[in-house]
């Protein structure tokens, strides 16, 4: 009797262990593609095909790491800073770069 709730106590606890490190299939929120928060529709008849594009840019990549940042929260000349680090990090190539700064730029506080 001994010996079989030892075999049931391992065996419930194999079951625990590889279930709890089975692999999910279901997607993950940063396999999901994001969409634009509200707050960043500034995508008009009258943007610039740059801002438009940059807003793109801005919400697939930089999003795809951390969250947004309305462009009203910083300057212009904070988002060039921010843009000098953040570009190398998300593997902007120049047009993305001066994509996504048309966008900052166009939304930046105090413009």
Known sequence: M???????????????ILTAC????????AAAPKEAPAQ???MTASAAPSVVEGEKVYTAKCGKCHELK???EYT???????????AVKAKLNDVEKSDVMAFVANGARGK
């Open 22 to 29: 089975s692999h999910k299939s279901t997607p993950t929120a």
């Open 70 to 72: 309305r462009p009203s």
């Open 40 to 42: 960043f529709n500034m």
């Open 76 to 86: 212009a000349k904070e988002w060039t800073s921010i843009m000098r680090s953040m």
């Open 2 to 16: 001994k010996h079989t709730k030892s075999i049931f106590a391992i065996a419930f606890t194999a079951i625990i």
